[in-house]
């Protein structure tokens, strides 16, 4: 099935010039980018954005490391991506993260872990419109969809 993902290269990977590189990991798997947009998230958004998280003793230093600097918002799309995106992430923790896998690859410590992504087709959606105005989401066919898919 055809999905939608939110992945947010937060600004350790902007400040890091990761930003291009990461993309490029999606891009090559045969992932489409239908938005992007560099921004400076204010707290509200922050706290709107993780606020599944807004009782955890990290939820402070979260908030405060989401905000110090520009954030490549994303929005990405193809089969399956949301699960497949996030594999690609790695875990959480970047020290239990597997190499090969961007967080696994590019980062150390959890409360520096470069990228976000969403992690169900529920949270993709609300957290596509709180980012996106759909204006701002484009619409378009790859050339090569029969080279990624069987049955584009
Ligand atoms: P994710 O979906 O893999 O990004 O992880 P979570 O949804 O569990 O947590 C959201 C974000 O909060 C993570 O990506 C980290 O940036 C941060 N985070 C999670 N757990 C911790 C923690 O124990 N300490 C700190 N400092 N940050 C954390
Ligand atoms: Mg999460």
């Given at each position: ?6 992945v947010?290269l937060k600004?350790?990977a ?8 990461v ?66 992430v ?12 961007i ?10 872990n470069i990228i976000h992504a ?35």
């Open positions: 099935m055809k999905q939608r993902s939110f947010m600004p350790d902007v400040k890091r010039r990761l930003a291009g590189e993309l490029t990991r999606f891009e090559k798997r045969g992932l489409k980018i239908i938005a992007t947009k560099m921004m400076i998230i204010d707290s509200d958004l922050a706290k709107k954005h993780y606020g599944e998280h807004s009782e955890k003793p990290f939820f402070k230093d979260l908030v405060n490391y989401i905000i110090s600097g520009p954030v490549l918002a994303t929005v990405i799309e193809g089969e399956e991506c949301i699960s497949l995106i996030r594999k690609m790695g875990a959480t923790n970047p020290q239990e993260a597997d190499l090969g896998t967080r696994g690859d590019y980062a150390i410590d959890t409360g520096r969403s992690d169900s087709p529920a949270s993709a959606a609300r957290e596509i419109s709180l980012f996106f105005e759909d204006s701002e989401i484009c619409e378009y066919t790859l050339p090569d969809e029969e080279l990624i898919y069987e049955e584009p």
